[in-house]
């Protein structure tokens, strides 16, 4: 049984905190703090924890560490299933945004069979997306590989680049170091088109109940730095930079135009955010999938139209 603690209230004075990780699906985040709109929207004592994967901060969500959480996806669901009142509230990446690159040796998929991969986590996000670019070359991803839990993206392309292991799924700007480092791009996922939500907003019911107001306004923070930086392109590019430690130009303008793509006008969950992960997990019985997305809170700023005045 999954342990779970009280959700307090939060005084005045406390911080609220978000957990994040380092990637640039969280550039929605970093734009809404460099353009300081959580403090314009309420947020005076925002405090943002970075951990290593999705599964370390959903943790945290459920112990009562932080109070938000800018990723999660299967493992937010999956806490749900074991008893956590963790619940998606709006989604910013609805597509797998990683290329499969392996080391110069590799020339094709066989030649996979019996290496090592790199995932951040067993079971997240990343790890899902690692076993179906498998399937789609071929492999069985329990059986022809080894999958390792090395950490974020920049430590999993240098032990790609060290021979450490032979694969692992990037994305922008580590694909574009990647590729100058020599290392070979074997299949590409956003490029395939599957849609897969990878990256949510998610709480706990218990703090929306108690809160919803902070959560409302820490979403109003959000939206306006996911619009300030899709229409803002030398603010969007400043926000990576600053945020990846990149300072080589043409690197920022790439990224900036991948993820320009991929990120939504506004980051709606839906159905989807928890029956692609209910489907993939093969959980057998009906699932509401109301019971894991909340979509109360952007609904709410859709109706006082909020979602529509951040592009004006």
Known sequence: MLLFFPQKLLLAQEPLRAGTIFSATQAPLWAAKEGRYFEKYGIKNLEVIQFSGGQPVTRALIGGDIQISTTGGAAVVNARLK???????????????????VGKDIRDAGE??????????????????AQYALRKLGLDPDKDVAMLQ????????????AGTVQGTLLLPPFTLRARDLGL???????????????NQIT????????????????????????????TDREFGARVLGKNLRENDPKILQETYDFWLKVFPRVPNPGPEDATVFLEFMQIKEQRDWREFVDTSVMDELAREGFLSSVYK
Not at 116 to 124: E, M, N
């Open 150 to 161: 090395i950490g974020d993206f920049g430590a999993r392309l240098a032990s790609l680049a």
């Open 184 to 198: 070979r791009p074997l299949y590409d996922l956003f490029g395939s088109g599957i849609q897969y939500p990878i």
């Open 112 to 129: 996979l069979k019996g290496k090592k991969l790199a995932v951040s986590t067993i079971g997240g996000s990343g790890y899902v997306a």
């Open 83 to 101: 008893g956590a009142d963790t619940v998606i509230i709006a989604r910013t990446v609805g597509v797998f945004p990683y290329t499969l690159y």
């Open 203 to 230: 709480t706990r019911q218990a703090f929306i109940k108690s809160q919803r107001e902070t959560v409302t306004n820490f979403m109003r923070g959000f939206v306006a730095g996911l619009a300030r930086f899709r």
